[in-house]
Protein backbone atom coordinates (compact mmCIF):
# COMPACT_ATOMS: atom_id res chain seq x y z
CA UNK A 1 0.00 0.00 0.00
CA UNK A 2 2.57 2.50 0.96
CA UNK A 3 4.89 1.76 -2.23
CA UNK A 4 1.58 2.34 -4.36
CA UNK A 5 0.76 5.43 -2.53
CA UNK A 6 4.33 7.25 -2.85
CA UNK A 7 4.21 6.49 -6.15
CA UNK A 8 0.85 7.75 -7.44
CA UNK A 9 1.84 10.59 -5.57
CA UNK A 10 5.29 11.14 -6.91
CA UNK A 11 3.95 11.02 -10.65
CA UNK A 12 1.61 13.68 -9.99
CA UNK A 13 4.71 16.41 -10.60
CA UNK A 14 7.09 14.02 -11.85
CA UNK A 15 6.65 11.32 -14.40
CA UNK A 16 10.10 10.47 -14.82
CA UNK A 17 10.58 9.49 -10.75
CA UNK A 18 10.09 5.56 -10.20
CA UNK A 19 11.27 3.14 -7.79
CA UNK A 20 14.90 1.04 -7.68
CA UNK A 21 14.62 -3.03 -7.49
CA UNK A 22 14.47 -4.53 -4.30
CA UNK A 23 17.45 -3.52 -1.85
CA UNK A 24 18.17 -6.58 0.78
CA UNK A 25 20.78 -7.03 3.21
CA UNK A 26 21.72 -9.92 5.21
CA UNK A 27 23.45 -7.37 7.81
CA UNK A 28 20.05 -8.46 10.28
CA UNK A 29 20.54 -12.05 9.86
CA UNK A 30 24.22 -11.76 9.90
CA UNK A 31 23.42 -9.78 13.64
CA UNK A 32 21.21 -12.45 14.75
CA UNK A 33 18.74 -9.67 14.52
CA UNK A 34 14.83 -10.73 14.32
CA UNK A 35 14.16 -8.13 11.52
CA UNK A 36 13.88 -8.33 7.71
CA UNK A 37 13.64 -5.40 5.39
CA UNK A 38 13.20 -4.55 1.65
CA UNK A 39 14.03 -1.23 0.60
CA UNK A 40 13.36 0.99 -2.92
CA UNK A 41 14.88 4.04 -3.32
CA UNK A 42 13.11 6.34 -6.10
CA UNK A 43 15.54 7.98 -8.65
CA UNK A 44 14.87 10.06 -11.91
CA UNK A 45 14.61 7.92 -14.82
CA UNK A 46 16.93 9.60 -16.86
CA UNK A 47 20.08 9.98 -14.03
CA UNK A 48 21.68 6.58 -15.18
CA UNK A 49 24.11 6.63 -13.15
CA UNK A 50 21.72 6.98 -9.99
CA UNK A 51 23.71 10.02 -8.20
CA UNK A 52 21.07 11.88 -6.99
CA UNK A 53 17.92 9.78 -4.86
CA UNK A 54 14.94 11.42 -3.58
CA UNK A 55 12.90 8.85 -1.45
CA UNK A 56 13.98 5.54 0.26
CA UNK A 57 11.01 3.09 1.08
CA UNK A 58 11.63 0.55 4.19
CA UNK A 59 9.21 -1.89 4.24
CA UNK A 60 10.02 -3.79 7.76
CA UNK A 61 8.16 -6.98 8.00
CA UNK A 62 5.70 -8.31 10.83
CA UNK A 63 5.44 -5.21 12.23
CA UNK A 64 2.36 -2.75 11.97
CA UNK A 65 1.21 -0.95 8.73
CA UNK A 66 2.36 2.35 10.71
CA UNK A 67 4.57 4.44 8.86
CA UNK A 68 6.86 7.10 9.71
CA UNK A 69 8.72 9.79 7.40
CA UNK A 70 12.50 10.73 8.62
CA UNK A 71 14.63 13.22 7.67
CA UNK A 72 18.48 13.03 7.27
CA UNK A 73 20.86 14.80 5.89
CA UNK A 74 21.99 13.22 2.14
CA UNK A 75 21.56 9.83 1.33
CA UNK A 76 24.86 7.51 0.97
CA UNK A 77 25.73 3.66 0.29
CA UNK A 78 22.38 2.47 0.10
CA UNK A 79 21.59 0.67 -3.58
CA UNK A 80 19.71 -2.08 -5.14
CA UNK A 81 22.15 -4.68 -6.61
CA UNK A 82 23.80 -3.03 -10.51
CA UNK A 83 22.65 0.58 -9.36
CA UNK A 84 25.84 2.99 -8.91
CA UNK A 85 28.39 -0.21 -9.99
CA UNK A 86 26.71 -1.87 -6.86
CA UNK A 87 27.53 -5.84 -7.46
CA UNK A 88 25.27 -6.54 -4.14
CA UNK A 89 22.58 -4.60 -2.59
CA UNK A 90 22.56 -2.99 0.61
CA UNK A 91 21.68 -0.99 3.38
CA UNK A 92 24.31 1.82 4.68
CA UNK A 93 25.08 1.77 8.42
CA UNK A 94 23.23 4.59 9.05
CA UNK A 95 19.89 3.00 7.66
CA UNK A 96 19.89 0.16 9.32
CA UNK A 97 21.14 1.89 12.40
CA UNK A 98 17.27 3.59 11.45
CA UNK A 99 15.68 0.53 10.79
CA UNK A 100 16.71 -1.15 13.73
CA UNK A 101 15.28 2.01 15.87
CA UNK A 102 11.88 2.10 13.95
CA UNK A 103 11.51 -1.12 14.41
CA UNK A 104 11.50 -1.29 18.31
CA UNK A 105 8.84 0.55 18.27
CA UNK A 106 6.47 -1.27 15.39
CA UNK A 107 6.63 0.84 12.43
CA UNK A 108 6.31 -1.35 9.82
CA UNK A 109 7.24 1.36 6.58
CA UNK A 110 9.89 3.89 6.98
CA UNK A 111 10.33 6.66 4.05
CA UNK A 112 13.76 7.90 4.63
CA UNK A 113 14.01 11.60 3.04
CA UNK A 114 17.04 13.68 2.82
CA UNK A 115 17.76 17.31 3.02
CA UNK A 116 19.85 17.22 -0.32
CA UNK A 117 19.57 14.47 -2.67
CA UNK A 118 23.09 14.05 -3.77
CA UNK A 119 24.43 10.25 -2.80
CA UNK A 120 27.99 10.79 -1.03
CA UNK A 121 28.83 8.69 1.63
CA UNK A 122 31.53 11.07 2.89
CA UNK A 123 29.97 14.12 4.90
CA UNK A 124 32.57 16.52 4.47
CA UNK A 125 32.51 15.78 0.90
CA UNK A 126 28.84 15.56 0.10
CA UNK A 127 28.03 19.33 1.99
CA UNK A 128 31.03 20.64 -0.52
CA UNK A 129 29.43 19.29 -3.43
CA UNK A 130 25.78 20.15 -2.49
CA UNK A 131 27.15 24.08 -2.17
CA UNK A 132 28.27 23.70 -5.80
CA UNK A 133 25.31 22.21 -6.96
CA UNK A 134 22.25 23.95 -4.62
CA UNK A 135 20.82 25.40 -7.77
CA UNK A 136 20.89 22.00 -9.68
CA UNK A 137 17.77 20.58 -10.65
CA UNK A 138 18.04 17.52 -8.83
CA UNK A 139 18.54 19.50 -5.47
CA UNK A 140 15.22 21.68 -6.80
CA UNK A 141 13.14 18.76 -7.80
CA UNK A 142 14.50 16.82 -4.04
CA UNK A 143 13.22 19.97 -2.30
CA UNK A 144 9.81 19.65 -4.49
CA UNK A 145 9.52 15.63 -3.52
CA UNK A 146 9.63 16.45 0.00
CA UNK A 147 7.13 19.32 -0.40
CA UNK A 148 4.92 17.39 -1.52
CA UNK A 149 5.08 14.27 0.67
CA UNK A 150 4.60 16.08 3.35
CA UNK A 151 1.28 17.32 2.39
CA UNK A 152 0.03 13.65 2.18
CA UNK A 153 -1.75 11.36 4.44
CA UNK A 154 0.78 8.58 3.68
CA UNK A 155 2.16 9.14 7.41
CA UNK A 156 1.68 12.00 10.28
CA UNK A 157 4.78 11.64 11.90
CA UNK A 158 8.31 13.04 10.87
CA UNK A 159 11.76 11.94 12.62
CA UNK A 160 14.21 14.90 12.25
CA UNK A 161 17.55 13.74 12.35
CA UNK A 162 19.32 15.51 10.24
CA UNK A 163 22.44 16.97 12.32
CA UNK A 164 25.20 19.41 12.16
CA UNK A 165 26.01 18.76 8.53
CA UNK A 166 22.98 20.56 6.51
CA UNK A 167 24.24 23.97 5.31
CA UNK A 168 22.74 26.68 7.63
CA UNK A 169 20.24 28.37 4.63
CA UNK A 170 19.27 24.70 3.97
CA UNK A 171 18.20 23.67 7.61
CA UNK A 172 16.95 27.09 7.54
CA UNK A 173 14.25 26.30 4.92
CA UNK A 174 13.33 22.58 5.65
CA UNK A 175 12.74 24.14 8.98
CA UNK A 176 10.12 27.03 7.67
CA UNK A 177 9.22 23.77 6.04
CA UNK A 178 8.20 21.72 8.95
CA UNK A 179 6.84 24.57 11.07
CA UNK A 180 4.04 25.30 8.16
CA UNK A 181 3.26 21.72 8.17
CA UNK A 182 3.44 21.64 12.02
CA UNK A 183 -0.34 21.04 12.73
CA UNK A 184 -1.07 17.62 10.64
CA UNK A 185 2.67 16.29 12.20
CA UNK A 186 4.20 15.00 14.60
CA UNK A 187 7.53 16.14 14.92
CA UNK A 188 9.92 13.51 16.54
CA UNK A 189 13.56 13.24 17.36
CA UNK A 190 15.50 10.70 18.85
CA UNK A 191 17.08 12.32 21.60
CA UNK A 192 15.75 14.71 24.37
CA UNK A 193 19.36 16.66 24.14
CA UNK A 194 19.96 18.78 20.72
CA UNK A 195 23.81 19.04 18.79
CA UNK A 196 25.59 22.03 19.70
CA UNK A 197 23.74 23.87 16.89
CA UNK A 198 20.35 23.11 18.11
CA UNK A 199 19.30 20.55 16.16
CA UNK A 200 18.00 16.99 16.41
CA UNK A 201 21.35 14.38 16.01
CA UNK A 202 21.83 12.08 13.05
CA UNK A 203 21.51 8.88 13.34
CA UNK A 204 24.91 8.14 12.73
CA UNK A 205 26.43 6.49 15.57
CA UNK A 206 30.29 7.88 15.70
CA UNK A 207 29.32 10.48 18.54
CA UNK A 208 29.30 8.45 22.22
CA UNK A 209 26.42 11.15 22.62
CA UNK A 210 24.10 10.42 19.60
CA UNK A 211 24.89 6.05 20.98
CA UNK A 212 24.06 6.79 24.47
CA UNK A 213 20.58 8.24 23.39
CA UNK A 214 20.17 5.96 20.70
CA UNK A 215 20.51 3.02 23.10
CA UNK A 216 17.65 4.54 25.24
CA UNK A 217 15.24 3.43 22.51
CA UNK A 218 13.15 6.63 23.34
CA UNK A 219 11.11 9.10 20.72
CA UNK A 220 10.46 12.67 22.10
CA UNK A 221 7.93 15.02 20.21
CA UNK A 222 9.70 18.44 18.99
CA UNK A 223 7.93 21.76 19.85
CA UNK A 224 8.73 24.70 17.91
CA UNK A 225 9.64 28.13 20.13
CA UNK A 226 11.79 31.12 19.25
CA UNK A 227 12.75 29.85 15.60
CA UNK A 228 14.16 26.48 17.20
CA UNK A 229 12.98 22.80 17.62
CA UNK A 230 12.84 21.94 21.40
CA UNK A 231 11.96 18.51 22.74
CA UNK A 232 9.38 17.81 25.64
CA UNK A 233 10.25 17.10 28.51
CA UNK A 234 8.97 13.56 28.54
CA UNK A 235 9.13 11.08 25.86
CA UNK A 236 6.37 10.39 22.77
CA UNK A 237 6.73 7.09 22.71
CA UNK A 238 9.25 4.63 25.37
CA UNK A 239 10.29 1.26 24.46
CA UNK A 240 8.83 -1.03 26.93
Do not use: W
Amino acid sequence: MCKEAILKDVKTFNKNLEFSDVIKDDYFKRKRLNIVADGYGIYDLKDKKATHRYCLLVDIKDKTDKTIFALLMNPSNTFAKGLNGTKKSKFDQTIRNIIKFVSDFGYGHLIVLNAFSLICGNGKSAKELYEKNKNSQEEKLNREFIENILKTDISKELLVACGDGVPADLYEYYFDLIEKNANNLKILTYAKELTKNHRPRHFSLQSSKNREFYNKRELYELEIKDNEFVPKDTPYIQKK
